[in-house]
């Protein structure tokens, strides 16, 4: 197995863990606990810290982020320099979706440095949410850089139908009716 295609699975890990933290943010920000639901759940599931496991989530994610873009450089193939992975415009291979990858670290860099306790306090808790929002431009940018990039660099186009390409798409379905169901919620709660 190549570094690329290494990196190309972390990637991959990373977008469902990233989903699976959107998700749990989505359901932090409902009044989940009072929900006819939540009360069916088994009482030791309902014990569970969501919001420790939603921070877990999202260093976990970015572990796995930082190890995919890490291994793209070591690999011949990949062309792309230390420099690129930061600002990718100038690579040979798809520069618009590696930028993607890269918008979409920088944002996750600023959601998670936002949430430490200390800065978090600082900024005010309307401040603070104002900014979190921006896990929803993330969850778009790494969608469509799974979606549209080729793993092995080769320039192809999408095969929305390649089983890497599918899990993203899924990923994405999944992200896209959570935030509609959130929407939904949030328009009912201000009548």
Known sequence: MHTIDISGTLGLIATVVLTVNILLGILLSSAYKKSVHWKRVPALIQKINLTDVHNYTAYLA??????????????PVSKFSWAELLWPLHTE???????????????????????????????????????????????????????????????RPADFLDAEKLLSEICGLVLIAASYIRFRYFMLKQR
Request: hydrophobic share 55%; glycine share 6%.
């Open 62 to 75: 970015l572990l796995f982020v930082l190890a995919h873009m890490v291994l793209i450089p070591i690999d």
């Open 93 to 155: 291979h798809q520069p618009y979706m590696a930028l993607l990858g890269s918008l979409s670290f920088y944002a996750l860099l600023i959601v998670i440095i936002t949430t430490q306790k200390i800065i978090k306090n600082k900024m005010g808790f309307r401040f603070w949410k104002n900014v979190h929002l921006i896990a929803y431009g993330t969850v778009l940018l790494f969608i469509i850089h799974g979606i549209w990039m080729d793993p092995e660099l080769k320039d």
